[in-house]
């Protein structure tokens, strides 16, 4: 399956934007439309950082696992992830750009390195209906930051 990328300009310098995402817990409130019941652990942010939510899908009940693999701040950040019972891994990437006017563009993609069988034959629907709720994420982050209802404090795991 083609990867699903998408972005959003978040009136914040690069270097704010990336303290926010660091945090795995941060995650959960520009997340919780597509998780439920968050779980933390590992270090607080950085590489091996970990999240664990169940879907918020129709039908079996489905955990997704993610994992921080590399972190270049600010600009990058990767996360490993699975789920369907580890019938489904990922990657995704965030990159942070910086505008001129001090902004920063905020890219997510996913790429899918394994999908179950069902996904594969469903591919441009499953595409589909993942962009938006990704899209439907970084706006809730972009609105998050204007705000400045997001932290960037500690998950105590």
Not at 44 to 55: E, F, K, T, W, Y
């Amino acid at each position: 399956m083609r990867p699903v990328r998408v972005s959003v300009v978040v009136q914040r310098p690069p270097q704010e934007v990336f303290d926010v995402l660091d945090v795995n817990a941060n995650h959960a409130s520009f997340l919780d439309h597509m998780w439920t019941d968050f779980e933390f652990s590992g270090p607080d942010r950085g590489v091996g950082s970990r999240l664990r939510a169940r879907s918020r899908t129709p039908g079996p009940e489905d955990w997704t696992e993610v994992k921080v693999v590399e972190v270049q701040a600010p600009p990058r950040i990767v996360e490993r992830g699975s789920g369907a019972k580890g019938r489904r891994r990922t990657r995704g990437t965030y990159l942070l750009t910086e505008r001129p006017d001090g902004a920063t563009d905020v890219t997510f993609e996913l790429e899918f390195l394994e999908v179950p069988r069902v996904e594969r034959l469903t591919a441009p629907l499953s595409r589909l209906y993942i962009r938006r709720l990704l899209s439907k994420a970084m706006q809730r982050l972009r609105l998050q930051l204007a705000s400045g209802a997001h932290t960037t404090g500690t998950t105590g795991a």
